[in-house]
Structures are given as structure tokens and as C-alpha cells.
């Protein structure tokens, strides 16, 4: 078999002990892989590229379309933008697998037999990372969800659960609050389910699902949610597994993928051999199935197994009267390459293979751009800065300055509507929103829009930014101010 060249990144912290560790492993189990090894991390951010990355690493990138990575350590302070950030929105790589699973009775946990796997979109939602400080008290992030980027990560949580017989698929949202982007995300998931008779589907929402996940685990198999919410659940799901740090990640896109551990560089404990390389060991596997070698994925996996099994633990999982040696992460990357051809006794054996044959692979369609719906400008949302006062004031200054053609119908403060009604015990900052509407009910053009920023400029108003009120065949593309 010809060698896949793949991008190796040791990191930082403990990332160059776990890493070595790790592809002693992979070597020794006959993976065919030849690394390519780039720098990135603490040291590349210090050189003065923000994004801990530097142009010849990415081209690297570009041309190996594997990328196994260690851990790394980001700086403290501004202007540092999040590596994993940069390289999921850079090379598409749109769906976050993370399946965590426990291994009782060998390492700690409550849930005996949990099994899940979290598939999280990866590059919208707030990680989109667009921020703006408004006014001196106020400070915004965008959350942006797109169709395409719903329909995609929704699909492919679907044929995983169809490609490694998964038999329920559970989507997670708050679109009881956020009824336009996280509505978006429920509605295509319940599109999109229905192509999938087989498989049950669900839907929580995000507060009480998270409880109901860390609760009884077992009741869940494939979740499928939005950028931060599965951020959140896949460590809290690899914890109660019984531990972050022996989850594996894969970043998947069309044309890449980035394999990663969950846990952090843990810089404290680098440089000592305690470390434990289960989580990238796990990543590893995952890259061995998406490039082709199964057969060595399940070698890795069932040694690994065994390993656990015979009690050669590293620190974080010891346990008096369960483990039977604590040892150093050489030690324990050299008793799983003992254990290589060796099938666990406990644990039922991994499978990574279909029969004798090829693990399927996971093919998402290209997205098809739905009909353009007929989109009618109604109106806009203005945004001032304006030091706390009285509603009705605010409000007298806006309709004594407005063009006879415009009306203000509503004036909100941090999402409440606080005018025309008003509620005295309602908090106050210096951040409004002003709702505009045609008098006549019709529609608006950009020129009412700059026509009535120059009121608000002529009446002494700072606006801050504008929002524009559209309906797309005839439905409202806006929220309503709560209470309005």
C-alpha cells in the first residue's frame, strides 16, 4: 500500500510527548502513513502570525489533506485568533465528530454503557467570531446560521448514523427563544429526517436535552446540534464518560480533515511522561478509517481495549484495587503496541470494517440553491447610542425628526420593548433599538432607509448600525422586541 502523507503538528505543552507517543502506535500497527511535520501553536503566535499558523504550514495543509494535531497553547491577551477556528473555516471542514463512550468498570463513571456520539456544525453560529463593541456599555457577537451549513452537518449526521448503524438521531436547539436561526436548524432537521424512515428522530431543547444527556446518557445515541451547543455537550458527555481526555475529534470537510484530541495542552504537566495519549490515540483512529486503513483502525483500537483492560492506567484514570500499574505515557504507548494483534476480553471487539470489506464512506451531496423567495424591504431597525433616559423621550426626538412618510412603531433596550408601552423596573443602557415602518404599510426603498439616518443625524442621534426589515414571500424575516 502506498504511504497517505499526512500533516503532523506536535503543539505544545504536553502535545509533543503524546504525539511521539502516539505514532509509535500507529507505526507499529502497520499504519501507512508518512508525516509531514509543521509548526504551529505558542511559538508561531509569538513570531507574530495571530492565527498560530504560518503560510508554508498551510500549504502543507493543502497539499497533504490530512492534518493529526496535537494540542497547543494560545497566548493570553488580544489579537489571537483560535487556530482550530482558522483551519475549520479555512479548509470547509464543517462537521465535528466526537464520539465518547465509557469503559466501566475500568475507569471511573456513572453511566455504565454510555455511547454517543456529539456531530456538531463547525464553522457558523457565534464561532463565526464577528464581534463589535456598540457603545461603552454594550458589546455584540453575530449568530449567523446559514441553510446550506444546516442542511449539510444535519445530512451527514444522518448517514453516519445510517454508515455505522446508529438507530436514533437527536437534535438539539433553543429555537423556543431563537425562533429564525435555531427554528432554521429544527425545521431542516425535520425536513431532512424524513429522507431517513429508519432511523428515530427527536428533538430537545438545548437546557433540559443537556440535563436529560447528563443524566441518563443512554437514552441518546447520535445528537446532531449547533457550533456552541456542541462544544459544550461533547466535553461534558466525554467527561461523564469518564474522561476529556480520552476523547478523539474529527474535523471533516469535502476535501480535508483534521484530527485532533478534545483536551487542552496541559503545559503544567508537560515534559514529566504522565500524560495520557488516549484522546489523540482516539483522533488517530478515526484518521485511519478516513483514509482508507480500517483494518489498522481496529488493530489500534483492540489493543488499546486490551490495555485498559489489563489495568495499565496512566495517572488521571488510576484507580486503587481496579488499575494494576500506574504508568508513564511511554509506558502505557508501549503495553498497547505489546497488545497489537490482540482482541479484548471484556469489551466487545471494534469493527470498523462492513463485512469483510471497506468501511463506507460518508458522501454529503452538494448543497442546490433553494428558488430565490420574493424578499419586500418593510422596514428597519435603527440602533443609537444614547445615554439612559426616559423611552418617551428617545421616542419624541425620533417622530419629531422622521420624514412624514416613516413611523416609529417600537423602541426595544437590550431586546426588551420599552416603548410605546413602558415598564419602569425594566434596566436600562445606553444601547436602543429603533424600529421604523412606512406609514402607508407598503414597502421602503434604501433611499427612506439614508433618508431617515439623516433625521437621526440631523436630530443629534449616534446610530451605531441598522438591520433591515424583510419578508420573504410574504413571512417576517425579524423578531418581534420581547414583550412587544
Not at 428522530?201 to 440535563?211: M, P, V
Not at 483500537?301 to 488510576?318: C, M
Request: negative net charge.
Amino acid at each position: 500500500m502506498t504511504k497517505v502523507p499526512i500533516a503532523v503538528a506536535y503543539g505544545d505543552g504536553i502535545g509533543p510527548e503524546i504525539m511521539s507517543a502516539c505514532l509509535h502506535i500507529l507505526t507499529e500497527a502497520g499504519a501507512q502513513i508518512e508525516p509531514h511535520v509543521i509548526e504551529i501553536g505558542e511559538k508561531i503566535y509569538l513570531q507574530g502570525h495571530t492565527a498560530g499558523i504560518t503560510p508554508e504550514a498551510i500549504e502543507t495543509l493543502r497539499q497533504t489533506r490530512v492534518f493529526y494535531k496535537a494540542p497547543i497553547t494560545t497566548p493570553q491577551g488580544g489579537g489571537f485568533k483560535s487556530l482550530n477556528v482558522t483551519t475549520r473555516k479555512l479548509f470547509n471542514l464543517f462537521a465535528n465528530v466526537r464520539p465518547c463512550v465509557s469503559y466501566h468498570p475500568f475507569i471511573e463513571t456513572k453511566h455504565p454503557g454510555l455511547d454517543v456520539v456529539i456531530v456538531r456544525e463547525n464553522e457558523e453560529d457565534l464561532y463565526a467570531g464577528i464581534e463589535h463593541r456598540q457603545t461603552p456599555e454594550v458589546y455584540q457577537v453575530l449568530k449567523l446560521i446559514t441553510r446550506p451549513g444546516t442542511e449539510r452537518i444535519i445530512r451527514y449526521a444522518f448517514e453516519y448514523a445510517r454508515a455505522y448503524n446508529r438507530k436514533k438521531v437527536t437534535c438539539m436547539t433553543k429555537d423556543n427563544i431563537m425562533k429564525l436561526t435555531d427554528g432554521l436548524f429544527h425545521k431542516i432537521f425535520d425536513e431532512i429526517g424524513a429522507e431517513y424512515p429508519e432511523i428515530e428522530k427527536e428533538h430537545w431543547i438545548i437546557d433540559i436535552g443537556t440535563a436529560k444527556l447528563a443524566d441518563t446518557p443512554q437514552q441518546f445515541d447520535v445528537v446532531v446540534t449547533l457550533n456552541l451547543y456542541g462544544d459544550i455537550l461533547s466535553d461534558m458527555v466525554a467527561q461523564i464518560a469518564g474522561s476529556v481526555g480520552l476523547a478523539g475529534s474529527a474535523n471533516i470537510g469535502p476535501n480535508m480533515a483534521m484530527f485532533e484530541a478534545i483536551h487542552g495542552s496541559a503545559p503544567r504537566r508537560a515534559g514529566q511522561n504522565l500524560a495520557n495519549p488516549s484522546g489523540l490515540l482516539h483522533a488517530g483512529i478515526l484518521m485511519l478509517v478516513h483514509i482508507g486503513q480500517p483494518e489498522v483502525a481496529e488493530r489500534v483500537h483492540n489493543a488499546w481495549l486490551r490495555t485498559i483492560e489489563e489495568g495499565y492506567h496512566t495517572y488521571d484514570i488510576y484507580r486503587e484495587g481496579i488499575s494494576r500499574e500506574k504508568v508513564g505515557t511511554k509506558e502505557f504507548a508501549q503495553a498497547v503496541a505489546r497488545n497489537l494483534g490482540k482482541q479484548p476480553e471484556h469489551f466487545k471487539p471494534v469493527r470498523y470494517t462492513q463485512e469483510g470489506g471497506p468501511a463506507k464512506v460518508i458522501a454529503i451531496p452538494s448543497y442546490e440553491r433553494i428558488n430565490r423567495p420574493q424578499k419586500e424591504l418593510i422596514g428597519v431597525d435603527v440602533f443609537v447610542e444614547w445615554l439612559p433616559g426616559k423611552p418617551q423621550e428617545l421616542a419624541e426626538r425620533i417622530q419629531a425628526a422622521l420624514p412624514p412618510s416613516m413611523k416609529l412603531t417600537m423602541i426595544s433596550n437590550r431586546g426588551t420593548a420599552v416603548w410605546p408601552n413602558t415598564v419602569e423596573e425594566t434596566f436600562l443602557t445606553d444601547h436602543w433599538r429603533t424600529r421604523l415602518m412606512s406609514k402607508s404599510g407598503t414597502p421602503i426603498t434604501h433611499e427612506d432607509v439614508i433618508t431617515a439616518l439623516q433625521a437621526y443625524r440631523q436630530a443629534g442621534l449616534d446610530f451605531i448600525k441598522t438591520e433591515h426589515l424583510c419578508r420573504f414571500d410574504g413571512e417576517d424575516g425579524f423578531s418581534k422586541g420581547q414583550g412587544e
